[in-house]
C-alpha cells in the first residue's frame, strides 16, 4: 500500500518561512509526478507547486518568486520551502502524487493527510 506522509506546517508570521515535506512511502515502482495542492474552506483546491512527469516543475503564479519545491528521488521525497509567507498562503497543504504501485498496474492518484499552514501576526 502506497502512503504519503507530510511533515512541516504549523503558524508562523507574516513574511516568515515553513517547509514542507511529503514522503511516499509502500509498494512503489514508479512515481509519474508529486507535487502541493491547497485548499481553503469555500475555495477550489488549487496546484501550489509540483513536479510534472517530464520532470519540470509548475508554480501557482501567487507564489512565484517565493515557494520552491524539490525532490529526492532516491528518497521518494519531495519538500516545500515557503518564504515570503503572506496571510492569503493559509490553507490545508496536502501531497499528491501519481504513482504506479507495481509494473503490471495502472498509474493512480495518492493524497496525503494535509497538512495546516496558518500565517498571522
Known amino acids: 500500500q502506497v502512503r504519503l506522509v507530510e511533515s512541516g506546517g504549523g503558524l508562523v508570521q507574516p513574511g516568515g518561512s515553513l517547509r514542507l515535506s511529503c514522503a511516499a512511502s509502500g509498494s512503489i515502482f514508479g512515481i509519474v509526478d508529486m507535487g502541493w495542492y491547497r485548499q481553503t474552506p469555500g475555495k477550489q483546491r488549487e496546484l501550489v507547486a509540483g513536479?510534472?512527469?517530464?520532470?519540470?516543475?509548475n508554480y501557482a503564479d501567487s507564489v512565484k518568486g517565493r515557494f520552491t519545491i524539490s525532490r529526492d528521488n532516491s528518497k521518494n521525497l519531495v519538500t516545500l520551502q515557503m518564504n515570503s509567507l503572506k496571510p492569503e498562503d493559509t490553507a490545508v497543504y496536502y501531497c499528491?502524487?501519481?504513482?504506479?504501485?507495481?509494473?503490471?498496474?495502472?498509474?493512480?492518484?495518492?493524497r496525503g493527510q494535509g497538512t495546516q499552514v496558518t500565517v498571522s501576526s
Open positions: 499528491n502524487a501519481h504513482i504506479k504501485p507495481f509494473s503490471w498496474s495502472a498509474v493512480q492518484n495518492y
Open positions: 513536479f510534472t512527469s517530464g520532470g519540470s516543475t
